[in-house]
Structures are given as C-alpha cells and as structure tokens.
C-alpha cells in the first residue's frame, strides 16, 4: 500500500513563502514523476510543477520564476518551494507519483489527501 502525506500548507500574506513536502511510504521500487496540482474552488484541479526521477521538470506557466521543484528520490520525497506568493495562487495542493513501480506488475499513480494554501491580499 502506497500512501502520500503532504505537510507545509497554511495562511500566508500575498509576498510570501510556502514550502510543502510530500512523502511516499511504502514498499516501492521507483517513482517516474512526482508534482503537485492544485484545485481552487469552482476551478479544475491543474498541475503546477512536476519532476522526473531524472530531474526534467516542468511548470505551469502562471509559477514560473516564483515555484520551484524539487525531490529527493532516495527518500521518496518531493517539495515545491512557493516564493512571491499570490491571493490567486489560494488552493487545495495535492501531491501525484505517478509510475510508481511496487511489487504490482503495474505502475500506478498515486494522490495525496491535499494541504490548503490560503494567500490573504
């Protein structure tokens, strides 16, 4: 059983930082891509940034220059550091690995139960 806990979410002032961090637990082999979607209320979930065992990443464009991506694939851990944060960047946050390889025959994805970030004006 694969689980992601994400921890780091909470209220902060529009110019502000965040860092969130996402742990997968369990018994697995490898994870092809980690990253972090959000959805805000009434809106799509979208992907925000993402990142490959490799290191390739990728971000939504509205992050660039702000968010920034990272992942420590001994540990099974990725985080997304939030710099000049924005009322419009509110949301629920939530964690994806997806290709994760156990001992299934199958890669699955995962998702994790989402943090609030909360960016008052």
């Known amino acids: 059983q694969v689980r992601l806990v994400e921890s780091g979410g909470g209220l902060v002032q529009a110019g502000g930082s965040l860092r969130l961090s996402c742990a997968a637990s369990g018994t697995i082999f490898s994870i092809n891509v980690m990253g972090w979607y959000r959805q805000a209320p009434g809106k799509q979930r979208e992907l925000v940034a993402s990142?490959?065992?490799?290191?390739?990443?990728n971000y939504a464009d509205v992050v660039k220059g702000r968010f920034t991506i990272s992942r420590d694939n001994a540990k099974n851990t990725v985080y997304l550091q939030m710099n000049s944060l924005k009322p419009e960047d509110t949301a629920v946050y939530y964690c994806n690995a997806a290709g994760v390889r156990t001992f299934s025959i199958t890669a699955n994805t995962y998702w994790g139960q989402g943090t609030q970030v909360t960016i008052s004006s």
């Open positions: 990142m490959t065992s490799g290191g390739s990443t």
